[in-house]
Nanobody, 122 residues
Framework: QVQLVESGGGLVQPGGSLRLSCAAS????????IGWFRQAPGKEREGVSC????????YYADSVKGRFTISRDNAKNTVYLQMNSLKPEDTAVYYC???????????????WGQGTQVTVSS
């Protein structure tokens, strides 16, 4: 069964850190670009970060540059999102997704996780 499972979310104070994990089963992440997306209540889903499969290139939304770091461990079939200096506006459900054609397509993201809640509040 093909599956992506996110973990690592939770409640953190402003300025704190969390590390999200995206673990794959039923397929190998090596051949997929992995993106992190988030959706806050009442807002549209937005792309946060992505790491390519080919050369490990990374991409970040302007809102998280310098604070978030994406990485992959192909041996563990897992991608991570290290989130530092968290702000209340980072509060959202975070999803990871896999795209065989790259971070920006042209094809769609084939597989999606169920999401993990991140809440930044004092």
């Amino acid at each position: 069964q093909v599956q992506l499972v996110e973990s690592g979310g939770g409640l953190v104070q402003p300025g704190g850190s969390l590390r999200l994990s995206c673990a794959a089963s039923g397929f190998t992440l090596d051949y997929y670009a992995i993106g992190w997306f988030r959706q806050a209540p009442g807002k549209e889903r937005e792309g946060v970060s992505c790491i390519s499969s080919s050369d490990g290139s990374t991409y970040y939304a302007d809102s998280v540059k310098g604070r978030f770091t994406i990485s992959r461990d192909n041996a563990k079939n897992t991608v991570y999102l290290q989130m530092n200096s968290l702000k209340p506006e980072d509060t959202a459900v975070y999803y990871c997704a896999a795209n065989p054609s790259g971070c920006s397509g042209p094809g769609p993201y084939d597989y999606w996780g169920q999401g993990t809640q991140v809440t930044v509040s004092s």
